[in-house]
């Protein structure tokens, strides 16, 4: 190890032992149609850990508190993308939130990501934002016979469209982002980054057709740079300099 | 209520469902019924790899493979199923580059390929590099992938839609395959899938432990679905303890961070693992490896105050390769603990993490209902089946693998069956089981709750049938799931509601974990020796003569409607190895 004193881990072990429990007040926009037609904000108590994610503190109201609390998650640490959501107004991954992070002296807000339907609570439409994607031709398209072994690739070329390749299709990129909020038709970010994927890697053929589909009114020319998608990937893709990629990529014809 | 008819159905939207949905949808008409959206799925959480014998970097091939397979299993594998596993890695890999998976490539331009615990050259000479890879984010990059082709190949799904009940219908004397009932989430309505062939591919039963690297919908719906109904379930009391989970939380951090040269240590800076596993070292086999992690917790050289973990140790390698390797894990670290890998020991304990059993099946995927006996039309693929590949200890990078050889298999073999048969006819009222389990669940006034139960049965299997097991500690788990199932009867929901009922899924779910928890222990008790990631205190050694064989539990109901589990035994397949002692 490099050093025999372990200071950083220790201190997290001690804090650890430790185990301070704070109370934390969750400011939670709740809505569900089958009871009113008008969505309202729910205060809920919750003693945690303040080491503790953002979805810990929505477990314990949901299992300890109130049942009907409704959200989706999945893996709890960050590669599914099941539950972004609107927390102290920033779009963030429930699961990679900790609750010390953002200042738990105040109400946390959580509220559904902005731009889809709400369907109850956190819980939004997701089918426009998977349509968007599949418009873009989000798969590797090739011509001719294929080789019998992998196809070859440079380790440049790979690294070119790396940052792209994590994309974990939360939507928190797309639903931060001011022009999808006033045109849901516009593709967003989430689905740019996509083709951005496909479009600079080496291996694919279809770069002009998916340059042509996001040429479109409702494509890339529609984005106004404000860097809400970068703030808002949980992946830390920078979204922005993709989608400048792609535009640039649409006026010099060079990918 | 609503019924479909689809030639072939696939229930579950991770790597196997939809490397079965790439294969099946170009020759039958199928639908996809996934609880989860097909990218939410655990598939996605994979990281190191996926083992082939390309030999791109390295001398290798698959008879060698094949035998670290059959050896990593305890020798529990299926021989034959291995050998396909092995020789069907090659082209299992070729296909995924050639649909666009983006892997580290060699300086040649090849897929570059890493050591992985187990995986030796030449029969455990030493680690050999055989996990193709891209960085530490393989699962995703195959998932992603498989999505995206079934984007292309027009894939039909039906998102949050969870399947509950699994059709059999006798026909002149066979048990076959008539369908399966699901309820779709956003409106609580009920779907009777007819089809000619339904595949189950739904993942693995981890949440049954309280420390884990599954997801919170990893609750064994397929499984629980298929053994309801009567049909057996193979090896359930083997379990893989993964050695590296983040301290508490349980989120892995894959093993390919010992492929790249992280070294585990106790509180004495000591790399332990060479007491153990003196070839091999940090790269034995996983079951070995969580064993010696809890041996030197227990013996009193564990980390931090209360000394129950250890350390990852990465500090020694290179920013450049951490990052270049494994951004997702050192982020991880980052973000869940507050510690910098490139300068600080990462706390590590074991965490619950594969199902080496499952739905018993051949090696075309087909479900078998005794030991021999297929059921026409019904198919299952990756960790909710059992082939078995993976016998009492899989391999790590052999689950990437499997999902994807044996998702395969499953889809064409499917698809074929659906050309050549007719739909079976429906039983009379066929949602009736799922309407009534529903009904229950949202009327009941009973006083027990969900998480309460769920908690307990959690904790009570990470103290009883974890790493260590004893008569004594098995026998606890078995009387407290007993009375778990018994409270269960009385548990009620908040949410009454039919739109995006959470509340009644996780129910439902919750009764499924107790079902497959109470396999679990009752096979685990029955087999009196160690072997894989079964470790008897009380039989600490393997006993070929009594045990070599797999354990097949039914279900059966007394005239009185109890239910109880009844084990059976099944001879394993040995082809070329015999069994020998197993050293790292």
Not at chain 1, 178 to 198: E, K, L, T
Not at chain 2, 57 to 62: A, K, S, T
Request: net charge negative.
């Amino acid at each position: 190890m490099a050093t025999p004193t372990l200071s950083k881990t220790d201190q997290m072990e001690a804090a650890a032992a430790a185990s301070p429990f704070i109370t934390v007040t969750f400011r939670i926009r709740r809505f569900n149609p089958e009871i009113s037609e008008e969505s309202t904000w729910q205060d809920f108590q919750v003693e945690i850990d303040p080491k503790e994610r953002v979805l810990d503190g929505l477990h314990k109201i949901k299992w300890d508190l109130d049942g009907t609390l409704t959200f989706r998650r999945s893996c709890a640490h960050g590669i599914c993308g099941s539950d972004a959501m609107r927390i102290n107004g920033k779009n963030r991954l429930a699961c990679k939130t900790l609750i010390k992070d953002i200042n738990p002296e105040k109400p946390i807000t959580v509220e559904a990501i902005k731009g889809l339907t709400v369907m109850k609570d956190l819980i939004v439409d997701m089918e426009p934002f998977f349509q968007a994607y599949r418009d873009v031709m989000p798969f590797l398209v090739t011509k001719g016979n294929e080789p019998t072994r992998e196809r070859l690739q440079s380790a440049e070329d790979r690294e070119r469209f790396d940052d792209t390749t994590k994309c974990i299709l939360c939507a928190a990129c797309t639903s931060s982002c001011p022009v999808f909020w006033n045109d849901g038709q516009y593709f967003g970010p989430a689905a740019i980054v996509n083709a951005h994927r496909f479009i600079f890697d080496s291996r694919d053929e279809a770069g002009e057709q998916r340059l042509e589909i996001l040429n479109d009114k409702d494509g890339v020319w529609r984005c106004r740079t404000t860097f809400n998608c970068t703030d808002a990937c949980p992946r830390g893709i920078e979204v922005t300099k993709a989608i400048q990629e792609v535009k640039r990529a649409l006026i010099t014809r060079r990918f | 209520m609503k019924i479909h008819k689809y030639d072939t159905v696939i229930v579950g939207a991770g790597g196997a469902g939809m490397r079965a949905a790439i294969e099946s949808t170009k020759r039958s008409r199928t639908a996809v019924l996934t609880k989860l959206y097909p990218t939410r799925s655990h598939t996605g959480a994979a990281q190191g790899g996926m083992a082939a014998a390309l030999a791109n970097v390295e001398e290798d091939n698959w008879e060698w493979h094949t035998f670290d397979t059959v050896k990593g299993g305890d020798y529990l594998v299926d021989q034959d199923a291995a050998e396909i596993l092995a020789k069907e890695a090659i082209d299992a890999v070729l296909d995924l580059e050639k649909m666009g998976l983006p892997f580290n490539r060699t300086p040649d331009g090849t897929i570059d390929q890493r050591r992985f615990g187990g995986h030796s050259r030449n029969h455990g000479e030493a680690p050999v590099r055989r996990s193709c890879y891209a960085a530490d984010r393989t699962g995703h990059m195959i998932l992603q992938t498989l999505y995206q082709n079934c984007v292309k190949e027009g894939v039909e799904f039906f998102n949050e839609f969870y399947v509950l009940d699994q059709l059999l219908v006798e026909e002149d004397g066979v048990t076959k395959s008539a369908g399966v009932v699901a309820y779709e989430l956003a409106t609580g309505e009920i779907h009777v899938f007819q089809a000619k062939s339904v595949i189950y591919a739904s993942g693995g039963t981890g949440k049954f432990f309280k420390v884990t690297s599954n997801a919170h919908t990893l609750t064994g719906d397929g499984q629980a679905a298929c053994y309801r109904r009567g049909l057996p379930l193979e090896d359930m009391e083997f379990f893989q303890f993964h050695p590296t989970g983040i301290w508490r939380m349980g989120i892995l951090l894959t093993e390919g961070a010992r492929g790249e040269g992280g070294i585990l240590r106790n509180k004495d800076g000591e790399r332990f693992m060479e007491k153990y596993a003196p070839v091999m070292k940090d790269l034995a086999s996983r079951d070995v490896v969580s064993r010696s992690i809890y041996t030197e917790i227990r013996e009193g050289r564990g980390c931090g105050p209360a000394g129950d973990h250890v350390y990852l140790d990465l500090t020694h390698l290179p920013p450049e390769q951490l990052d270049a390797k494994l951004p997702d894990i050192t982020e991880f670290a980052r973000t869940y603990l507050g510690i910098e890998p490139y300068t600080d020991p990462i706390p590590i304990q074991p965490t619950a993490h594969y199902a080496m059993g499952g739905i018993p099946t051949n090696v075309e995927g087909e479900v078998l209902r005794d030991n021999t006996t297929v059921v026409p039309g019904l198919y299952a693929a990756g960790e909710v089946a059992c082939v078995s590949v993976h016998g009492a200890n899989r391999l790590g990078t052999n689950s990437l693998l499997d999902i994807n050889v044996f998702g395969k298999r499953s889809g064409i073999a499917a698809a074929a069956y659906a050309h050549a048969h007719d739909f079976v006819e429906l039983p009379e009222n066929p949602a009736q089981q799922v309407i009534d389990l529903v009904e229950q669940l949202r009327n009941s006034t009973g006083r027990e709750r969900v998480a309460d139960l769920r908690l307990e049965l959690q904790e009570t299997m990470d103290a009883c049938v974890m790493v260590f097991r004893t008569e004594q500690t098995i026998k606890t788990a078995v009387d407290k799931i007993a009375e778990l199932r018994e409270r269960y009867r009385n548990v009620s929901v908040q949410d009454k509601g039919k739109r995006f009922n959470t509340d009644l899924l996780e129910a439902i779910e919750l009764g499924n974990l107790l079902d497959l928890a109470e396999v679990m222990a009752v096979s685990a008790l029955a087999r009196k020796e160690s072997r894989g990631g079964h470790y008897r205190e009380d039989y600490p050694n393997r006993d070929d003569v009594n045990f070599m064989r797999h354990t097949m539990a039914y279900r059966e109901v007394d005239a009185d409607g109890r239910d109880s589990v009844r084990l059976d035994y099944k001879p394993v397949v040995v082809t070329r190895y015999q069994p020998m002692e197993r050293k790292y």
